[in-house]
């Protein structure tokens, strides 16, 4: 059984740009949920799919945007990059929409924007 | 509004000595509750959950926690720390109708003296 797995590690943008993260979830998982993660704080919820469809929304603008596939791979896309965008992106997938259902997060990737 | 609260940011302890990290939530539904545990730039790594049952849940590496639902506490213990436990832990709840997102604390820093 293989774990979350994202990709890629680290990343380094300019304000302005636009930047794909992806993730692969848990074998057996259908459902992905994104995290970010500044500097010194803890994990803020994002959005989460469940079967290719938006489950939920936290408090993040239009232009943090996602994808589920088939495979129940995910993708987090950020649009017009900022400053304070720059922070350890968390995917977390579970078997199930959830709680009780248990959510295991990837390593991570860490974005810069500069 | 919900909320999870961690008061201490940074906790330094002497090898093989015990250990208490503070948990409060604010929710209004009956809770999920985890503690998940951060290495330097690595993910999370799940510690333990609390759905229901026993308010004394025993997680890995020798951690417990206990759900006391009159003070709407969740507090991590260790009775003997180890050099390798030095890491950032994070505990986290959820419910039903968050549309299964988790609301993380800020963290408690970890550090161990030999």
């Known amino acids: 059984e293989t774990g979350v797995t994202q990709s890629p590690t680290h990343l380094i943008k300019t304000r302005g740009q636009q930047v794909t993260l992806r993730c692969s979830s848990q074998s057996g998982h259908n459902t992905v949920s994104w995290y970010q993660q500044a500097l010194g704080q803890g994990p803020q919820f994002i959005f989460q799919y469940y079967r290719e469809e938006e489950n939920g929304r936290g408090n993040f603008p239009p232009r943090f945007s996602g994808l589920q596939f088939p495979n129940y791979s995910s993708e987090l896309n950020v649009n017009a990059l900022e400053l304070d965008d720059s922070a350890l992106y968390l995917c977390?997938?579970?078997?199930?929409?959830?709680?009780?259902?248990?959510?295991?997060f990837g390593p991570g990737t860490r974005l810069t924007v500069l | 509004a919900q909320s999870v609260t961690q008061p201490d940011i940074h906790i330094t302890v002497s090898e093989g000595a015990s250990l208490e990290l503070r948990c409060n939530y604010s929710y209004g539904a009956t809770p999920y509750l985890f503690w998940y545990v951060q290495s330097p730039g690595q993910g999370l790594q799940l510690l333990l959950k609390?759905?229901?049952?026993?308010?004394l849940v025993q997680g890995i590496k020798g951690f417990e926690a206990e759900f006391k639902r009159s003070q709407s506490s969740f507090n991590l213990r260790k009775p003997s720390v180890h050099w390798s436990d030095a890491a950032e832990y994070f505990c986290?709840?959820?419910?039903?109708?968050?549309?299964?997102?988790?609301?993380f604390g800020k963290g408690t820093k970890l550090s161990v003296k030999p």
């Open positions: 986290a709840v959820g419910d039903k109708g968050s549309q299964g997102n988790l609301i």
């Open positions: 977390a997938s579970s078997e199930d929409r959830g709680p009780p259902d248990t959510q295991y």
């Open positions: 609390y759905f229901s049952g026993d308010t």
